[in-house]
């Protein structure tokens, strides 16, 4: 199922249509969430901003007025909502980031008392092979805390740009900047990025 021309869209959604919200979830909750990220300071605390988002989204679909498309009238709202929760965020430490998010793999892929041998696997995982992943998984790291360093400008108009692929006039609409401030925030960020991956590897390389 493909996501509809903004018309269709915007009629979809004030009829209540489950099934196009549930793709429009699907397709952009990921793009999203990546772009809370860049405001915030945790996972869970972009997840929540998401779901926000979308809360907004239904209670204010009435009242679009269609300046903009849909998606980018979504990813503004995000993008608002990104920012006054960075700004708490400041002044404020979340228990998130302070408490361990829970356990990594079900308990119940374990056995239990009363069985052959408690606590040992039921089933032992699939094989898999670090090697193969271990140096996309670095870069990916190298690429993650690269981004993590920009300042909030330029991590958003980076990831909105080169991650999720919006065009220069989406991202001023969306960040209400300039077409020069944007050039310049990407370039720099862009250039910050790449200087960071040539030194990962060079690293990797010696």
């Excluded at 979308?54 to 503004?76: C, H, M, N, P």
């Excluded at 990916?140 to 006039?169: F, S, Y």
Aim: glycine fraction near 4%; aromatic fraction near 8%; charge should be neutral.
């Amino acid at each position: 199922m493909v996501v509809p021309p903004d018309a269709e869209l915007v009629a979809r959604l004030r009829a209540r249509d489950e099934a196009t919200f549930a793709l429009l979830l699907d397709e952009w909750s990921g793009g999203m969430t990546r772009l809370a990220r860049t405001f915030v300071s945790t996972d869970a605390s972009a997840a929540e901003v998401v779901q926000e988002t979308w809360l907004a989204v239904i209670q204010g679909i009435d009242r679009f007025e269609q300046r903009s498309s849909v998606k980018t009238w979504v990813y503004r709202i995000l993008t608002n909502i990104a920012k006054r929760r960075s700004v708490r965020e400041h002044r404020i430490t979340p228990m998130t980031s302070l408490t361990d998010a829970g356990p990594t793999v079900a308990p119940d892929r374990f056995q239990q008392q009363g069985e052959p041998y408690p606590g040992h696997w039921r089933e032992f995982p699939e094989a898999w092979q670090p090697e193969k992943f271990a140096m996309a998984a670095e870069i990916h790291t190298e690429l993650a805390a690269a981004l993590a360093e920009l300042p909030e400008r330029q991590r958003a108009v980076i990831t909105l740009r080169d991650v999720e692929g919006c065009t220069a006039t989406e991202v001023c609409e969306l960040l209400e900047i300039s077409a020069a401030n944007q050039r310049v925030l990407l370039h720099r960020a862009r250039a910050f990025v790449r200087g960071k991956l040539e030194e990962y590897f060079r690293r990797a390389g010696s």
